[in-house]
């Protein structure tokens, strides 16, 4: 199997400090939490940043911030989201993009997000994809539904996006795809060969599927914006708690981590 690539998800953009107290939220505490993470085994960061209230935001300048803060402190791999929060225009989620990651998020379908809609109409993937061509940044797609998958196929046909794609399934949150083995191996084997992906569990079903993804020669996604606990009950200490903890389940299976480099060299990334 290739080497294991762990993304950590440090911040997303619905949890608060009253849902974790540990939640990393300025320039500087993301830039050490993505260290942290980087020396837990990461070599990539699914990166978020919020305003100094702690809500949201897609602003280019916060972004420049925390990936400044990131960089100061190692190579990891960073990957800006262009899903923002719901209710974003798609100008607003762009603005990371022109700062010309390494990667960005593109979702390729509209979902029910709880009690929200994450709303991705035809003409924002075909304006997501050809930005991120313009700036030279590898898209992760980010699938809610297996009928994603064929969205993002249609955009690679209409030459918007380069093949091989990697792909993240995002599996658990109410409104998508459940998260169950029998789901997580229809998404794997939807996929063209050569493809590479990522799953992301929601909430308690973060550390199955992270196991099941070890497994079956994907790569995994864990953090605080899929989930604030080390186990039922009890809050996780950090992002980097998380991660060490897929690491040792990878190596009492063989799997070997992937350092940020490598993990370059599985993504086909062209570095920055």
């Not at 993301?30 to 699914?46: K, L, N, P, S, T």
């Not at 989201?81 to 225009?89: D, I, L, Q, Y």
């Not at 794609?165 to 083995?181: C, E, N, R, S």
């Not at 009492?252 to 992937?258: G, K, M, P, S």
Request: one cysteine or more.
């Amino acid at each position: 199997m290739e080497k294991l690539i762990i993304t950590a998800a440090l911040t997303g953009a619905e949890v608060t400090r009253e849902h974790n107290p540990n939640l990393p939220l300025t320039a500087a505490e993301i830039g050490e939490a993505a260290y942290e993470c980087y020396r837990a085994g990461a070599a990539m960061v699914h990166l978020h940043v919020r305003k100094e209230d702690g809500s949201p935001t897609q602003d280019a300048a916060y972004f420049k911030a925390a990936i400044e803060q990131i960089r100061s402190r190692c190579d990891i791999i960073v990957q800006t989201s262009t899903g923002g929060a719901v209710g974003m225009s798609a100008e607003e989620r762009l603005q990371p993009v022109y700062l010309k990651p390494e990667m960005a998020t593109l979702t390729t379908g509209t979902v029910n997000f709880g009690d929200d809609v994450f709303y991705n109409p035809p003409e924002y993937l075909e304006k997501f994809a050809r930005a991120m061509q313009e700036q030279g940044v590898k898209p992760e797609i980010e699938v809610f539904e297996v009928g994603m998958i064929n969205n993002a196929l249609y955009l690679a046909r209409k030459g918007l996006i380069e093949e091989p794609m990697h792909y993240d399934f995002v599996m658990g949150v109410p409104g998508g795809i459940p998260a169950t083995l029998k789901n997580l191996l229809h998404l794997a084997e939807s996929l063209p060969p050569g493809s590479t992906w990522t799953v992301a569990g929601v909430g308690r079903h973060e550390l199955p599927m992270a196991t099941a993804a070890i497994l079956l020669g994907g790569h995994v996604r864990v953090g605080f914006e899929d989930n604030i606990y080390y186990e039922k009950g009890v809050l996780a200490e950090s992002n980097a708690q998380l991660v060490e903890r897929v690491a040792h389940i990878a190596r009492l299976h063989y799997r070997e981590i992937a350092t940020p480099d490598e993990a370059r060299q599985i993504l086909r990334l062209r570095r920055k």
